[in-house]
């Protein structure tokens, strides 16, 4: 107990110190690279939460490319990759995560190492993490059609914005439910002009992402899990919220589905465990809105491999 009091108190401690900086003055145009869309985004959930860490009981890595509006010019393309796995003392988790994104002339990559501390409550357990990393931003204005150079508005060859950041949550899950709470990002960034840029800490800027679920057996073969996401600006309110629904056929094929409520979009999915060690996903994004005239939609596959897994045939792990 009085090593999970030390743990616990470390990271509260860091979690302040991503307030340095100075306060965003509104004289200059805020940099967010954001939070991007992941569809699957329960089977990586590392990408949204650093507590995730070490959840999966087993060396955990995971790839996933997403491909973002089909049909439309430049769309953005998503590539993400993620490794995490509890230690000798199981109650430490040590994560790494990247993604890497680009769209029209803007190409964005994120590397984060993540740390996580677990704490065993009732059935389940709590999982207190947080992690450092820096986003970076790149924006070759050279390639746009249109542009005569030199243009005093759209500089050539400006150089990369590199970003440091941090990122905390908490996460706790047993074998029927789950929950989690996090703060992508403590940090902004103000674009000053010339390609220059100032870290500010703004408690307007920050957003949380929220995820519960859990699972209603049915019988051996055929359960349900139900499950939301919700994620929430201090400044705009609701930016995100997902509905989401999957049936488990004999612990090998789970079939389901996301409403993607504030964007006006339904989301198809599909998940193969080809054995205890290897899963493979796909889902399909249906814009139904205005979006619907422009673009077929979004695909996105994941690909995850666990090395050492503590889950048998007969308990499979179900977040």
Known sequence: MRNALIHIIFILMLVPLTGAGQEDTGTSSRISLGYPVYSQYLQNGLMINPAYAGS????????????????????????????????????????????????GATKESSIYAVYAYHIRVNRGKLSL??????????????????????????????????????TAGAYYFDKRFFAGLSVPAFMSYLNTGNGNIEMTHSLEAYSFIATTGGLITFSDDFKFKPSALVQYSVSEGVEKLDINGNFIISD????????????????????????????????????????NSVTKGSIEIVLRYELGSKVSAADPRYF
């Open 252 to 291: 090998l094929i789970w079939v389901g589905g996301s409403w993607r409520c504030t964007e006006d979009v339904v989301v198809g999915l599909v998940q193969a465990n080809l054995n205890q060690q290897l899963m493979v996903g796909f889902s399909y994004d249906y814009p139904l809105g205005k979006m």
């Open 129 to 166: 993490g947080i992690g450092g990393g820096v986003d970076i931003s790149n924006t070759d204005y050279s390639i746009l059609q249109g542009i005569t150079l030199p243009d005093p508005v759209f500089t050539p060859n400006d150089k990369a914005y590199t970003m440091p950041n941090v």
């Open 56 to 103: 999966r009981e087993a060396l955990s890595m995971m790839v996933s490319h997403r491909s973002q509006w089909i049909g439309m010019a430049s769309a953005p393309l998503l590539q993400s990759l993620s490794a995490h796995s509890p230690m000798k003392n199981d109650k430490v988790a040590l994560g790494l995560k990247a993604q890497f994104m680009t769209y």
